[in-house]
Nanobody, 117 residues
Framework: QVQLVESGGGLAQRGGSLRLSCVSSGNIGSTYGVGWHRQAPGKRRELVASIRPNGVTIVENSVKGRFSISRGNDENTVFLQMDSLKPDDAAVYYC???????????WGQGTQVTVSS
């Protein structure tokens, strides 16, 4: 069982930055892919960025050039750096880890991001 805790959300101004952290109760380095998803009110949850066990990152077009995903040195943490924030980026952001061998999936409780216009 993997437990995830997201943090770093809050209120940012348009054009501002936030850095989200996802801290795992266990090692999520070599066997887990990690994704950051977001869900705005009335909308479906969508993937914004992911990082594979081999370090390959994928950033969705909607945030490409503004968001980046990275792993911490401790193998337990994944970050989502969000720059040039827009009001449309406001949502609850969730961290998800997926075990590439067992297929197990785990989600955090989410962290709220609000962007003022």
């Amino acid at each position: 069982q993997v437990q995830l805790v997201e943090s770093g959300g809050g209120l940012a101004q348009r054009g501002g930055s936030l850095r989200l952290s996802c801290v795992s109760s266990g090692n999520i380095g070599s066997t887990y892919g990690v994704g950051w998803h977001r869900q705005a009110p009335g909308k479906r949850r969508e993937l914004v960025a992911s990082i594979r066990p081999n370090g390959v990152t994928i950033v969705e077009n909607s945030v490409k050039g503004r968001f980046s995903i990275s792993r911490g040195n401790d193998e337990n943490t994944v970050f989502l750096q969000m720059d040039s924030l827009k009001p449309d980026d406001a949502a609850v952001y969730y961290c998800n880890v997926h075990n590439i061998y067992t297929g197990d999936d785990y989600w955090g409780q989410g962290t709220q991001v609000t962007v003022s216009s």
